[in-house]
C-alpha cells in the first residue's frame, strides 16, 4: 500500500486550499481513509476521514463546516477541501488508510495501518 499526498502550500487566512492523496494497493470499498495533521510542537489530530463501503464522513469539532473529505473510487484518491482557513490550521497534513476500522476508533491514529508522507499548509493571518 502507498499512499502519495499533495496540495499543500502558503495560502492566507480565509482563503481555500484542496489536498489530495492518492492510494495504491487498497480499495475503498475495504478501506476507511482519514487526514490527520501535526501543527509544530503539537501532537498529531484527527482531521476527518470517510469510511470503507458507506462513505460516511465524520470530522474534528475544529474543521467541521470548513472541511469536506471526500473520495474518488475511479481514480482511488481522497482529497480534503479545506475552506475559510485559518492561521490554527497551519500544520503538516497527513493521510492515512486502514481496513476494518471500527466507529469507535475512526478518530484514533493508531487505528490507520497506512500512512503517507505528510504536505505542509501554511496559513498566514
Known amino acids: 500500500v502507498q499512499l502519495q499526498a499533495c496540495g499543500g502550500g502558503l495560502v492566507q487566512a480565509g482563503d481555500s486550499l484542496r489536498l489530495s492523496c492518492a492510494a495504491s494497493?487498497?480499495?475503498?470499498?475495504?478501506?476507511?481513509m482519514g487526514w490527520f495533521r501535526q501543527a509544530p510542537g503539537k501532537e498529531r489530530e484527527f482531521v476527518a476521514t470517510?469510511?470503507?463501503?458507506?462513505?460516511?464522513?465524520y470530522y474534528a469539532d475544529s474543521v467541521k463546516g470548513r472541511f469536506t473529505i471526500s473520495r474518488d473510487k475511479v481514480k482511488n484518491t481522497v482529497y480534503l477541501q479545506m475552506d475559510s482557513l485559518k492561521s490554527e490550521d497551519t500544520a503538516v497534513y497527513y493521510c492515512?488508510?486502514?481496513?476494518?476500522?471500527?466507529?469507535?476508533?475512526?478518530?484514533?491514529?493508531?487505528?490507520?495501518?497506512?500512512w503517507g508522507q505528510g504536505t505542509l499548509v501554511t496559513v498566514s493571518s
Open positions: 492515512a488508510a486502514g481496513p476494518g476500522i471500527i466507529l469507535s476508533n475512526i478518530r484514533n491514529g493508531p487505528a490507520y495501518a497506512y
Open positions: 470517510i469510511r470503507a463501503m458507506n462513505g460516511y464522513t
Open positions: 494497493g487498497l480499495t475503498f470499498n475495504t478501506h476507511t
